[in-house]
């Protein structure tokens, strides 16, 4: 089960991840084609249910990015179904206690370890010997993204099997009392950020999170991040649209 | 039959106009966000037929643009049903004699006009009195691609009910030998845009071009031409992706 | 090949015909539980295009109803495509000449009578022996619409193979320089439609036409018709729609 | 955040709702052009699920209705994604105790009264300052439709955030051992009924209820009442087709 | 409410059931045209979602098949979704206790055998008197497929209306601490399967299996079980593309 | 423009080629897995339109095969479409005449070889240097499947940048006035295909042929031919689940 995201992490590099939170294959493919890492589908903010997530799933696949997803909330057939569907990996949102994160990795990993049920219809077609290799290569990442999540991250990070967490920051923000935001700077998020860092770099799992700028990512990873994730589709496209036409009208395009 | 294109040609002005080439409700959606004029639903090279292009319609008909779709050919079939679905124009590519110009808006047009069938079931919809407004209110632009096209200018200007040209300056080029580019601007390219342009202008027809970069549209809107498109969605959106992408890159992201 | 409509010409009576333009497996499943004879899928002015079209056809299956479909123009590779995917019959719009109707024809018969491709992939599925049936089971229906059309008729009937002619009421009013309506009772539009039933019941075909309401179309089947379609589910749902909530307005729904 | 069932309830009216169960854009459509306030996209019991929820959500949205969403059940994944997809309201069925209902009220609000994720993906797109007016625009009604439910209303409605309450008399009936039906006038029903609108009103919340016909609604706004559905699409749809059938049919339509 | 599979049940029969995975209409079709007494859509491990679920049983219903479900989850929304949508029956993956048993069971019965809501949008349409005959007639199939599980039999098999159990091999495997695997032979796996079966049958229940070959089905119903799939429509058309790829370059296909 | 096909063709040996009749991606995916050298999207007599064959692509893509299409008629639009969406060859049926031939020809070469219209949106990103490279790649194999193609089969062949013919066993034998069907080897049938094969060969083109069964396509290879397709999905699973129902009703499935 060949994975880019597996190799950037041996070298103990940072992961790039893309975000596909449109439900078009077209639009997945492009975000594919670029030298993303990771690619991660987001079935809980994005406008992506299964059915789309499975098309985008087959869509992405030749261009050699370990596929992700993101789930609505941590309830087992969903993350099942998008194991079985061919992701590598899932990122679930909202883990605040340890129960919730057993639960989360449970439900991905088969037995003894879990309670994940057999069945990897589309897994089991496109990586050879599925079933010996899925428990030790499936990525699990905990979404930390509220104060009662920070509270209990000691206790979250002891869970076995679990690959690491990923940072809400816009969550994060909200159970704090703040705006949803990211890339935060201020002191205050940035040290609960950077606590979340260390104690799970301590704790020997991964941390990720979800930014929006290059510069701002690229220092992440030299503060220890393995992964970052650039805005999202919605954001690049809305922005890129808003660009070109704002310099259009700004140059008095339209008048003679 | 408020349309937004037709009022901003009332005002003797350049209108925007969006390029939907991918076949997704939600960037269609996006782009209708934007301060466009029209957009314009490609079903010739953008990755959009009918049913895709119907839904295209239906999700941005909330925004106040006036829809319009380019079809893939000169085929009566494809024209009627993009206009019965509510589109207000039809970009036709590849008109080269006054015979295609006049079949082009012949299906465009109810009789005594043209051979249009009658039966706008979602024109008639959302547009009141349709069939009292529809044949003055249909816009049809012939795309100018050719060499050949370009010799019979002036038989296809002298077509009836004809609201312009559009210029496509990327099988223009390929037609003259060149490869496909946008946005000419060597001597021999900008002046055979600029012969088309006179001549539209001289017969009292509207001038369009597909371009790619805002300066040099506003520019065109300066020259005379009334309908300027910006890229499209396909190569908007690439755009941004890999410029993301090549920042991080850039700035040794991934490295610790 | 079972069909009820073709029982029920047997028996000499006349049709009712169902007309699905939205393309949605569910309100075709809910009007193919009616008492309908036949239904049609409009491809022409319908919002349906070839594979919604192949939904529809599937959905329709279970209820017994003989599946015809209108196609947006007379072209050989929809007609084909339609057939080859179940469709027992198809209306196509526009005929003019007789060279049209024999196009039209022979596009739906296999060698020697016409030059449709073999490949039933659907239909030889779903009907036992199919290619030895096909010719002389599907159902031909030339929409009579334009004035040409009604000077042409004589040669249009003399097709070989061809079924019958399907008036368009709404077209032909067109062309005949009023607005579009359908149930006409004005002497001239009657006379001239009267004049078309006549001519094709003469020629031993069967004669359809597009109708409105069920009393003008049962006077409609004792003149003589054979096939006749009830509005279409656009209207009928439109209607209804509208009529439910005109009567809570009037009622001063909202009201304390 | 502008909403026409908001305009209506501040102009102490009673709204006029519109239901959609059928997954396509084009009843959706046509049932938006109607005069309703608001339409409900029907995820329970209708034949919708996310995707087609959000498609219709987009073909609806130039229509000025506010858009709500009953949810399957009482799950935060679901009920988070249809907010986040433009969904102003969320009806949830089967609401029978105070802690079903604070559960599903903070799956509605974000922190500190909920612990709705932020993410509004689209919402974003199509509201400006969303965040800040999110908390108190989004519309929550439990469904009240179980005997337990009415057994517990008094703790239901002191719900924090809670706008109100939607009678389901289905279920209801069902519940009381009756067969479902709706518009119910027996005196037992009916006496429930108004037992849960007194309660509801005095505890100064809204109060809806699911219908059939215009007649009966409109009395219930005189009532009290302050949103009111009409029928379904499905409902609407299904008794128009059979009403012009068998009208044919009993004219003998078909007999020569 | 007529159904093959009591049919065949009431015949003392082993019923065959074919299995869809595949989110397409056309092959779901080309499944229902062959002999068997029922379908099941897989919603678990299938690539089949709620919406294609949807089409795929309004593609199958003219070919006179009981058609059933396996929900992702022992979850009431999409159990319910599925029951409305017109599945006659449930398969509910991984039910371990008697409790789980229970709230499986409840949502697929009405009060006051159960908590399932009514609203039967598609069933009602296609089922007469639905409500009336619906709790005797839906069948609830849970799968017995954990160590914990077979421990519990006896209290499983003791919930009130369920129809009987479904043996899943594969994850019975797994959670024996062996790969998963189906048509069993070695004789622990072989034994415990055989457990499963007696206390079923003594239990007056139906006892069905997932399985791959024919005669090993042959003779699972000779030993008693009552409903046995064959395979799944994934691994019959992977198994027959491979093997005509197979032979053709074996025979050294594409030398000269 | 890396392409398996062509490499085949340059090994000089025959090519295995797959047909992809259902519109689904999982079939097409499972398909793309085994050993093809490319596969053909039908949408001609395949279920297949324009927007589901986008999917195809998209769905194949990772797995090294040339991907064609068949179009339904000699249209430039669908040929064009197809194009543009990333297949690298076009297999057009009816070919009758040289000027058919060349029609079709041209609408896939750039001029000045053509007249295909510039702009290659998805073949543009996913094959670099496309417009330099596309006229020298792009397979065009015109379908010889009527006695008057037969009859004009040299000036057919003339056509320049013909790659070559495709035989349609079926039609040919409807044509001659036999029922349809492939793998023919009576005398009259198997002289006229050989007769192609070696004119098609003289003239130094490639020959393919539509075929049913490994051992029949293996012999063609070493007779000469240079693309071989094994049957269709459709006929494939059709054929596999028939054999495995069949196997469990002669083995008395279902007896006790
Ligand atoms: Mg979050
Ligand atoms: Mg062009
Ligand atoms: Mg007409
Ligand atoms: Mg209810
Ligand atoms: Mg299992
Ligand atoms: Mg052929």
């Known amino acids: 089960m060949k994975s880019r995201l597996h190799d950037v992490w041996a070298a103990d590099r940072g992961a790039l991840n893309g975000w596909l939170s449109i439900p078009s294959t077209v639009t997945a493919e492009i975000t594919a084609l670029q030298d993303y890492d990771s690619l991660t589908l987001d079935l809980q903010h994005g406008l992506v249910d299964y059915q789309s997530a499975l098309e985008l799933m087959q869509a992405v696949t030749g261009y050699g990015k370990t596929v992700l997803a993101r789930v609505p909330w941590n309830e087992p057939g969903i993350i099942m179904k998008l194991l079985d569907g061919g992701a ?67 206790a979250i990070l002891a ?5 690491g967490v990923y940072v809400g920051p816009g969550d994060l923000a909200v159970s704090m009392g703040k705006p949803p935001a ?58 890129a649209q808003a660009a070109g036409v704002a310099e259009f009208r700004k140059l008095g395009g339209g008048d003679r």
Request: proline share 6%; glycine share 8%.
């Open 88 to 154: 590598l990996g899932i990122i679930c949102p909202m883990i605040n206690t340890a129960e919730e994160a057993a639960r989360f990795v449970g439900a991905c990993q088969y037995a003894p370890r879990g309670y994940r049920s057999s069945g990897p219809t589309r897994a089991g077609l496109i990586y050879p010997d599925y079933f010996k290799n899925a428990n030790d290569t499936i990525v699990t990442l905990a979404m930390i993204e509220t104060v009662q999540a920070v509270d209990n991250l000691d």
């Open 182 to 239: 990211l890339d935060h700077t201020d002191p205050e998020m940035a040290g609960v950020i950077d606590g979340i860092l260390q104690k799970t770099k301590a704790a020997g799992l991964k941390c990720g999170m979800h930014c929006l700028n290059p510069p701002f990512m690229a220092d992440a990873v030299k503060q220890g991040f393995d992964f970052l994730t650039l805005a999202s589709d919605v954001r690049i496209f809305t922005a």
């Open 159 to 163: 869970t076995p099997n679990l690959t």
